[in-house]
């Protein structure tokens, strides 16, 4: 901030630049000192373009290119190691996009090495829902015997997404503490671009495969319509699961 009061054109256009690309960039500060009468008219021109251009969608743009270009390298080794960094990414970005989550929970299988888990450990542990996302997604392969008690705490986390995956984690070790959270997740609203169905829909399908029934319930019902078949599952869940043979 203070270069861009600097006389040098080049170390105004640098510290611009670096402010455009910062991710935990404070934008409501920024604000406060563009609205000041006395700020150098360059200056509060640069601010106001610094604003412009450092929009949650852009950095969640970024973000997707970079994990789509991990995906889809054809030398995916070379990306080994980089977990802490897409850690430390995620971090400060707030994914909304279906599209960035998925692309960036793929492109964490190819980053992960052994050794990382005192990072996904931290990254269980972020404010950030995909942070804790990618890191619980492979924790099963590097943390053994650690790994279903490091992810039992997400299983009840505040963001459905994030359950989700701690659900879907649980699943892959075999363990029915995954049904509570996919039972949870039929009555998801997730309110950004239809999130809350496809939810439903993925919880679901699980919860089919793992115990042959959906009682007859449907992912596009009307919240009014659903609750009978929710209570139904929290009924089949307290008194059924513990008598039937789990598909696992």
Sequence with gaps: MTELDSDDFYTREVAMTALINLPSL????????????????????????????????RLETILYHLSTAISKSDNKAAFKGLAPELVAATAVIDVKQRAVWDITLNAMRHTVARGDTPILRTGL??????????????????????????????????DDRVRYQAAIETHALGSPDCLPTYISLLDSSFPYRKWGL???????????????????????????????????????????????????
């Design 26 to 57: 404070p934008h409501k500060e920024l604000r406060e000192v563009a609205s000041v009468t006395i700020v150098d008219l360059d200056k509060k021109r640069r601010i106001l373009q610094i604003l412009n251009y450092n929009t949650s969608f």
């Design 125 to 158: 542990r972020s404010p950030s829902p995909m942070a804790r996302a990618i890191s619980l997604a492979e924790l099963t392969k590097i943390a053994d015997a650690q790994a279903q008690e490091l992810i039992k705490p997400l299983l009840s986390d505040e």
């Design 198 to 248: 496809y939810l439903r829909f993925r919880s679901i399908q699980a919860l089919k495969r793992i115990t042959r029934t959906d009682l007859g319930y449907r992912a596009g019902m009307s919240p009014e319509v659903r609750k009978p078949y929710l209570e139904a599952w929290d009924k089949w869940l307290k008194n059924d699961a513990p008598k039937v043979t789990l598909n696992f």
